[in-house]
C-alpha cells in the first residue's frame, strides 16, 4: 500500500463544475503539498499545508491531521485547469525528501 | 517567488554521449536539492539527494558512476548522465527548498532526455 493516495486517478469535468481532488496518508508529515504538472512535464507548487485550510484564487486546499486526508478544490473550473494535480508529502525539515502520490489527470472540457 | 531553474530542457543526443543537466536556486539559497526521473504517465522517482559540499545520497537502484551529481555550491546542482544509452531517455527534474523552517519545495521545469 502506498504510503499516499490519491483519489480519482482520472477526472473530467464541464468548464464550471466544481471539482475536488482528494489525498490521504499513512505516515506522519510534518507538511503536505499540492502541485500541479502541466503536458510540457514543469511542475508548480501550489500550496504547502500543515493545518487547516489555504485559499489561492479558484483553488482551495484543506488539510485535516487527525485524519491524515487533504483535499484540493477547484472553482469554476476551466480548460486550462487541466493538468495533473499531485499530492506530496515530507516527514521532516525543509530539506527533507517528498512522498508522492501517483496523480490525478484532471481534463476540464469547454 | 522563489524560482528553480533548470537547463537545458530538452537533449537529443546520440548514443555513448555525456549529457550535463543544471539546477540553479535564482533567489534562494538550497542547502538541499533533489534529482527526480519519471516515466510517461508516472509519478516522480526520487534518483537522489544533492547536498551542498558533500557527497549525494542515491536511492536504491541509481547508480552512482552513472548518473553523477555535484552541488558545489548553495545555487546550483548538476546531474550528468554518463556514457548515455536509449534506455537513460526521460524526463529529469529537479527540486530545491531553502533553509530555515516551513521551507516549500520549489521544482525546476525539468528536462527531456532523448538518447538516439
Known amino acids: 500500500k502506498n504510503e499516499v493516495e490519491q483519489s480519482p486517478q482520472n477526472l473530467t469535468a464541464q468548464e464550471g463544475e466544481f471539482i475536488t481532488i482528494n489525498c490521504s496518508y499513512s505516515?506522519?508529515?510534518?507538511?503536505l503539498h499540492w502541485l500541479q504538472q502541466h503536458p510540457g512535464g514543469g511542475i508548480v507548487s501550489l500550496f504547502m499545508?500543515?493545518?487547516g485550510k489555504k485559499k489561492h484564487g479558484r483553488l482551495i486546499a484543506t488539510i485535516n491531521i487527525q485524519e491524515k486526508h487533504s483535499s484540493l478544490h477547484i472553482t469554476a473550473s476551466h480548460p486550462r485547469d487541466s493538468a495533473v494535480y499531485i499530492c506530496a508529502v515530507r516527514r521532516g525539515t525543509s530539506g527533507s525528501r517528498l512522498t508522492f502520490g501517483e496523480g490525478t489527470q484532471l481534463t476540464v472540457n469547454p | 517567488g522563489a524560482v528553480v531553474s533548470q537547463h537545458p530542457s530538452r537533449v537529443i543526443c546520440k548514443s555513448g554521449t555525456s549529457v550535463k543537466i543544471e539546477c540553479r536556486s535564482l533567489?534562494?539559497?538550497?542547502?538541499?536539492m533533489f534529482w527526480y526521473r519519471q516515466f510517461p504517465k508516472q509519478s516522480l522517482m526520487l534518483m537522489a539527494t544533492?547536498?551542498?559540499?558533500?557527497?549525494?545520497?542515491?536511492e536504491q537502484g541509481v547508480e552512482k558512476d552513472k548518473f553523477l551529481i555535484n552541488h558545489a555550491s548553495l545555487t546550483l546542482s548538476t546531474l550528468t548522465v554518463t556514457s548515455a544509452h536509449p534506455e537513460d531517455s526521460s524526463f529529469y527534474i529537479c527540486s530545491a527548498s531553502g533553509t530555515g523552517v516551513g521551507q516549500p519545495q520549489h521544482f525546476g521545469d525539468g528536462t527531456r532526455l532523448s538518447i538516439l
Open positions: 533567489d534562494f539559497q538550497a542547502t538541499t
Open positions: 505516515v506522519g508529515i510534518s507538511a
Open positions: 544533492s547536498n551542498e559540499g558533500s557527497k549525494a545520497t542515491y
Open positions: 499545508l500543515s493545518s
